[in-house]
C-alpha cells in the first residue's frame, strides 16, 4: 500500500501531500512570494524529501523482488525450452537408430538383386514386404531404380514406403 502511495506520489507531483491537485498558477505565484510565503513552503519541501528518503528503500525492494519474479519465470521458460529441446534430441537420435537398424537389415547383396530386377517385377515383391525391410531396400538403391520401383507400385503402398524413408513413419510429425 505504501508502495503505491510514494509510487503515486513520485510519479505525479501535481498532487499534495492531502491529495488534492495543486493549483496551476502556483509557479507563477512563486515569482511573487513574500519572504514569509517562501518560510511556509520549505517545511512542505523539507517533509516531501524526508518522505521520498523514507520512502525510497521500501520502493528499492520492491523493484528487487519485481525483477526477482521476473527473472525466475523467465528462468523457469529457459528450463522448459531446454527440456522440450532434448526430448526432441532425444526423438530425433531414436529416429536415426531405427533408420540405422532398417538400413543394415538389407543386406547389400538383397539390395544388389533388387537392383538388377525388372521394376514391375521388384515393385511387386517389395510392395508384399513389411514397411521397414522395404523402406530399407529402397533406401540402400541409387535414386533412379528406388523411382522405377515406386513408380510401378499402387499410389498408396508408394505414399507408405515414401512416408517412412523420410522418417514420419507411423503418423509421427517432425518439429
Known amino acids: 500500500m505504501a508502495f503505491g502511495v510514494a509510487a503515486v506520489l513520485l510519479a505525479y507531483p501535481a498532487f ?85 537398424t532398417s538400413l543394415k537389415a538389407a543386406s547389400d547383396e538383397l539390395v544388389a538383386i533388387y537392383a538388377k530386377m525388372q521394376p514391375e517385377t521388384a515393385a511387386t515383391q517389395i510392395a508384399a514386404m513389411d514397411d521397414q525391410m522395404a523402406a530399407a531396400i529402397l533406401g540402400k538403391l541409387k535414386p533412379a531404380a528406388a523411382g522405377a520401383i515406386l513408380n510401378e507400385m499402387e499410389a498408396e503402398r508408394a505414399s507408405k514406403l515414401a512416408v517412412v524413408l523420410s522418417g514420419t513413419a507411423s503418423g509421427e510429425k517432425k518439429s
Open 16 to 100: 499534495a501531500q492531502d491529495g488534492r491537485a495543486l493549483d496551476k498558477e502556483k509557479p507563477k505565484a512563486a515569482a511573487n512570494k513574500t519572504p514569509e510565503k517562501a518560510a511556509v513552503d520549505k517545511p512542505l519541501d523539507v517533509e516531501a524529501s524526508r518522505f521520498c528518503a523514507n520512502a525510497a528503500p521500501s520502493i528499492a525492494e520492491a523493484r528487487i523482488a519485481w525483477e526477482t519474479r521476473q527473472l525466475n519465470e523467465l528462468d523457469a521458460q529457459v528450463k522448459q525450452r531446454l527440456a522440450d529441446l532434448e526430448k526432441a534430441e532425444a526423438s530425433v537420435k531414436e529416429w536415426v537408430s531405427k533408420r540405422d
